[in-house]
Each structure stands twice: as C-alpha cells, then as structure tokens.
C-alpha cells in the first residue's frame, strides 16, 4: 500500500497484522467501548469492536533520499516478553525487495522510538553476531531517546533488545544521534513527541504544498483520538503521552495532511467535540 506526498512517496511494509489480539497493549479498549465509535469500523476495528493493528515499517522516497521509518520485530531475536516475538522466521526483507526495496538501497533509517517492535530489522544475525540489515544506510535515533535505553535497560527484555537491535548499530559506527526537532531534508523534519517513550519523535512531511505526518506510537490505535486518556500499558509516561495526544493532534485535526500510524493505516484527523475522529 502507498500514498503519494507531493513528490514524496511513502510504502508500507507490513510485517504483522492483528485482530483483537492487542487488548493487552489498551485495556481500556474493550468491544463494547469500541463499537461506540463506529467511525473506526470497518477500517480500524471489527463490527465485533475488535482491534485492527499491524506492526510495520514506512518507505519514504523524497526526491533524494530512501528512508525506513521503523523496522518492526525482526527474525531470530530472543528475550522477548511477548512469545510469539522470538525466533521469528518471516520473509519480511524478501517482501520489501519485491515492492522495490532492497535492503542495500535503503540510504535512511529513522527509528520513531527504541522499543521492540521498532528497531528490530535494524539488524540481522550472520554467523552468530548481529550486523546491520541496511548496509549502505545510516542510523538515526534520537539522542534523548538513545541516551534514555543505553542508561535504562537492566530488565532483561530491555537489554536483550538493546543489545540485539540498537548497540550493534552503534557498534558498527553506523548510528547518527539527532535531536527530536531535527530537519532531515527539504521534505522531513522531525516532531519531538515525549510520552509513549522519553526521546519519541514523530515525522512531519512536507512537498509541493502537500503534508503527513507519521506518529509513530503516539496513539497505538485510533480509538485514543476519541479517549485521549486511553494511554497504553506501553507508555513510559501516561500523563505527557496523553498530553501529546492533544497536542499534536490539535496541531493535525481539520486540515489536509495525511496522518499514518506506527500501528495503523492512513486518514485524516477530525475535530469531534473535546476530542478527535480519524476519518479515512
Ligand atoms: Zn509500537
């Protein structure tokens, strides 16, 4: 699936789909609550009021760059809290070649944010060490986001992600720490949106009077533009990442720019009272 930006061009590359399996991510979010929102059905959730999500990354060409947004869970990582997240064996890399990406022509990759299902085709494993996927691409992570799991990660899951998906970048000399409002290019520029994770950016898209904006895990599901108090059992900080919510989507709602997910497809924000409707 793509969308065009003026003449950027943004490819998503699903890695994993969900229905209803993710209640544990949004506890709030139960069928009842959700079919009270009917706008989100058919598109974001079932008639039954269960959740459509996916885990996948955005292909962003602008006239001079290719860039990755996000490299979901990866294969062969192990440590992970959620079962079905270790040992993975997809074709995810075959996939993105097909659509026209393959990884050594990736010259980008942007992480929104450290967590799992995030960073973990930042890396491969050959031979036993982990080495970067993306061979002719830079790195970029936030610096306040980057500093924040370096110091943060004696859980075991933390660090096995760490260790696997982020150091072995750095390791490599292959990173580059930016800061959260950073400008990429004419087209990119970067949004600082603490809460979901301390150094969480999300990315502004700018071309021929055309704009999106990809959140990353700003919201994990449309439901919280109607609950903006929804936060996830995910965020670091329930209370700013709700925050943010309001903000930047204040900033976003009634307006032209095309809003895409870290965890869902394309819309637009609307205004809907005190809070906000995504409207495909
Ligand atoms: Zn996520």
């Known amino acids: 699936m793509h969308w065009k930006v003026g003449r950027v061009k943004i490819t998503k590359i699903v890695e994993l789909e969900t229905i209803g399996s993710t209640r544990f991510i949004l506890p709030l979010a139960t069928n009842d609550e959700i079919q009270k929102l009917p706008w989100l059905i058919p598109h974001f959730a079932t008639a039954e ?18 860039i990755v947004v996000d490299t979901g869970l990866g294969n062969d ?23 026209g990406f393959p990884p050594d022509s990736i010259d980008t990759v942007l992480c929104t944010h450290l967590h799992v299902d995030h960073v973990g085709w930042n890396t491969k ?80 898209i700018q071309s021929d009077g055309e704009e999106a904006l990809l959140t990353g895990d700003v919201a994990h599901h449309p439901c919280q533009m109607a609950h903006l108090d929804w936060s996830s059992t995910a965020d670091s900080d329930p209370v700013q990442s709700a925050a943010t919510r309001r ?34």
């Open 77 to 99: 990582k192990e440590g992970r809290n959620v079962p079905t997240w270790n040992n993975r064996q997809t074709p995810f890399l075959e996939t993105m070649a097909t659509a």
């Open 49 to 66: 009021g269960r959740l459509k999500m996916s885990i996948h990354s955005l292909v962003v060409e602008t006239p001079t760059r290719r």
């Open 247 to 280: 903000e930047l989507f204040s900033r976003y709602a009634d307006t032209p720019a095309l809003v895409i997910g870290g965890h869902f497809s394309a819309a637009h924000i609307k205004r809907d009272g005190d809070a906000f409707k995504f409207m495909v």
């Open 125 to 204: 494993l050959v031979n036993g060490k982990w080495i970067p996927t993306f061979g002719n691409a830079r790195y970029l992570f936030g610096k306040t986001e980057y500093e924040h799991w370096r110091d943060h990660n004696a859980e075991s899951d933390k660090a096995a992600v760490f260790n696997d998906s982020v150091k072995p970048i750095v390791d490599a000399a292959r990173a580059d720490l930016v800061a959260s409002d950073a400008r990429l290019c004419d087209e990119i520029n970067l949004i600082p949106t603490p809460g979901h994770s301390p150094g969480h950016i999300s990315i502004h």
